[in-house]
């Protein structure tokens, strides 16, 4: 158990929809990001906050945005959702400001399915 | 840019041999960091092995070993007396960028042990 804390594990929706992933960091990690792994584009970072803060941005769409909240969690909105939008999205954490040497420290992820 | 590369989609052996995933990195960073993910049937990613480019060291973990070598950009890993629980999806990744953690992944191999 990785202490990474996801919800919900699965969700589908229709196209059109939005949709809010949860995701709870290890006890006293201070970043939080977020990954999108699909089968045509692998795995592939979307978005990363440090203590609330924005550090940095990825492959991330405009219809979506992300945000991590005083105490820690953080929530992935997914809007106008799209076929290819169907993932497996992961949250991790990780303890230090610049952790290049940090592992990551994954959660199960949510699988989400639009339809 | 940063790239990892995994050669290897799928590999098949039999339970007790011994396997080695193969990966290749890109970076134009003298200081960089290199890990190993598990991905098992259930989905989560687990955490390996992280090692830094400075450290050119082989590293063995009970039935695992990491072979890293600077001049042909290689980070292979072995797993020795391969057995069935070890049937996973295996991710090699690069650190990229100062200051953030934005992982690069490989596509990944599917490793299969058979019975």
């Known amino acids: 158990d990785s202490g990474v804390t996801q919800t919900p594990k699965h969700l589908i929706t229709a196209t059109g929809q939005r949709v809010t992933l949860r995701c709870s960091p290890r006890?006293?990690?201070?970043?939080v990001y977020w990954y999108q792994q699909s089968l045509d584009q692998g795995l592939q970072f979307l978005i990363q906050?440090?203590?609330?803060?924005?550090?940095a941005k990825g492959n991330i769409l405009e219809r979506f945005s992300a945000q991590q909240f005083p105490d820690l969690h953080s929530e992935l909105n997914l809007s106008s959702l799209e076929l290819g939008d169907s993932a497996l999205y992961f949250c991790?954490?990780?303890?230090?400001?610049?952790?290049?040497?940090?592992?990551?420290?994954f959660g199960n992820g949510t699988r989400l399915t639009v339809t | 840019a940063q790239k990892v590369t995994q050669a290897q989609t799928e590999i098949s052996v039999v339970e007790k041999e011994d396997v080695t995933l193969d990966c290749v990195y890109e970076?134009?960073?003298?200081?960089?960091?290199l890990f190993w993910y598990k991905q098992p049937p259930s989905g989560e990613l687990v955490f390996l092995i992280r090692?830094?480019?400075?450290?050119?060291q082989n590293e063995i973990s009970g039935r695992y070993s990491w072979n890293f070598q600077k001049s042909t950009s290689s980070f292979n890993f072995t797993i020795t007396a391969s057995q069935v629980v070890d049937s996973a999806v295996y991710f090699c990744?690069?650190?990229?960028?100062?200051?953030?953690?934005?992982?690069?992944f490989g596509q990944g191999t599917r490793l299969t042990i058979n019975p």
């Open positions: 970076t134009r960073d003298t200081t960089y960091y």
């Open positions: 090692r830094n480019s400075f450290d050119e």
């Open positions: 006890s006293g990690d201070l970043s």
């Open positions: 991790a954490s990780s303890a230090s400001r610049q952790p290049r040497g940090s592992p990551l420290h």
């Open positions: 990744a690069l650190s990229e960028g100062a200051g953030a953690q934005k992982l690069v």
């Open positions: 906050y440090y203590n609330g803060e924005e550090r």
